[in-house]
Structures are given as C-alpha cells and as structure tokens.
C-alpha cells in the first residue's frame, strides 16, 4: 500500500486545516445586504411561464389556422377562376 492509495488520509486534515482558517479569516465581514423585495420569485417566473406560454399557443394556433384557411382559398380562387 503505497501513498497513492491513502492520499486522502494525509490531504483530508490540511484541507480542513485550511478551510478553519479561511473561516476564522473571514468571519467578522458585514452582513450580506438585504434581498431584494422586486426581485421576482417562482411563483412570479412560474406564472410568467405559464402566460407566455399560453399566449406563444393561441398566437401559433390562430395564425396556423388563418394561413390554412387563407391558403385554401387562394388555393379555391386559382382553381376555379
């Protein structure tokens, strides 16, 4: 068994070694900011989906059928003309 396979048993304690001094370094910052209350959240994307969706489904829906119709009846008017 050679240090190739119990690497993680000598790394492990530096790590942590060093992640407890980084957070001891860094403990005293200022509060993070307050979140802000405009800032949309999921139900507010959710929603936002959901109408877009809906309005991108009736958009395609009735210009599908208005294009269908219209090219029946070019169709209709070139034949019988």
């Known amino acids: 068994m050679g240090i190739e396979s119990i690497w993680l048993v000598i790394m492990l304690p530096i790590f942590d070694s060093a992640y407890v001094a980084w957070r001891t370094?860094?403990?005293n910052k200022a509060?993070?900011?307050a979140i802000n209350p405009l800032a949309p959240n999921c139900r507010m994307v959710a929603i936002f989906i959901l109408a877009l969706t809906t309005a991108l489904n009736l958009?395609?829906?009735?210009?599908?059928?208005?294009?269908?119709?219209?090219?029946?009846?070019a169709g209709y008017i070139a034949e019988f003309s």
């Open 25 to 27: 370094a860094t403990k």
């Open 59 to 73: 958009a395609t829906t009735s210009f599908s059928s208005y294009f269908s119709a219209a090219s029946a009846k």
């Open 31 to 33: 509060a993070y900011p």
